[in-house]
Structure formats: structure tokens, C-alpha cells
């Protein structure tokens, strides 16, 4: 599971405290390109608002990672943009967060038998690889590697 969320300069100068400041007119947004989750993400925030993405400063600015979201941030190009709380957090920036993400690896269950996939299904699960993915900030690895049904995984 990861945080995402808007980022912001340090001390939020401009007072950002939700999706409806996107549409200020003293707001400039960059956002991820076209294809990407976090651009959806942000579509669907403004669509749940009643905000048309015309009405948002930057929202045609793309940039294609949540570091390069983070730099333009950092470098005073844009005011806010949204990506994954580690990035923010690498570029000294505050994180405002939004929603909580979950990633799912999905195959058939007789995939599982293969031995590359339990090789894949325990590297997952190893001490190794979880310590270093909770040690991101925004990022929880506590089901990491666990099996679920498609039932289970969305009730």
C-alpha cells in the first residue's frame, strides 16, 4: 500500500488543503502523463469535485515520474502536483495526503506452481525486500506477498 498525495513547498505558502484549490487561479498545478495512475487519480478527484481540469492552471503540464513531479515543485515551477509521499519527502517538500493506494499482482492460481513464481512470491515476502519498502515513508508493506483471492481482494 502506498500514500498519495499533493506536495507542496515547505510550509505550504499557498495554503493548499484540498482538491478544490486546484482551481484557484493563484494555483499552478503539474500533473503525470497521459496513461498514468496518478493522472487518473487526479481526473477522478477533480470530476468527484465538479471541477473542470480547463479551470485548472498546468493540469496539460506533464512530467513522468513522482521525482520529476517533486523537482518541479521543489524548483518553484508549480505550486502543487501529486505523487507518492517518498518523493516529497526526498525533495524536503510537505505531503498532503489524498488516498491511500493499493497494488495487486495478479495471475492464475496454477501459475503459482511454477518455480519462478514461488522463487518471485518469496522474494516478497523476505525480510530483505520488506524492510526496505517499509522504509519508505508513505509505503506499508504489511500484506506484501500475501495470496488473496479476487474475493478476497475486493469484497
Do not use: W
Request: aromatic share 10%; proline share 4%.
Amino acid at each position: 500500500m502506498r500514500n498519495t498525495g499533493f506536495f507542496v513547498m515547505a510550509g505550504n505558502p499557498k495554503g493548499i488543503g484540498g482538491v478544490e484549490d486546484l482551481a484557484r487561479a493563484d494555483v499552478r498545478f503539474v500533473n503525470r502523463q497521459m496513461g498514468s495512475s496518478t493522472r487518473y487519480l487526479a481526473h477522478l478527484l477533480l470530476q468527484r469535485h465538479g471541477i473542470d481540469i480547463a479551470r485548472v492552471q498546468g493540469f496539460q503540464t506533464n512530467e513522468f515520474t513522482h521525482m520529476a513531479i517533486a523537482a518541479h515543485i521543489a524548483s518553484g515551477m508549480a505550486d502543487v502536483g501529486m505523487g507518492v509521499e517518498t518523493a516529497a519527502r526526498r525533495f524536503g517538500l510537505d505531503f498532503i495526503p489524498l488516498v491511500q493506494e493499493r497494488y495487486f499482482f495478479a495471475l492464475r492460481r496454477a501459475d503459482l506452481e511454477q518455480p519462478a513464481m514461488q522463487d518471485f512470491v518469496t522474494a516478497l515476502r523476505s525480510p530483505a525486500y520488506l524492510n526496505d519498502i517499509g522504509a519508505l515513508p508513505g509505503y506499508d508493506a504489511a500484506d506484501c506477498g500475501r495470496l488473496l483471492t479476487l474475493a478476497e481482494a475486493f469484497p
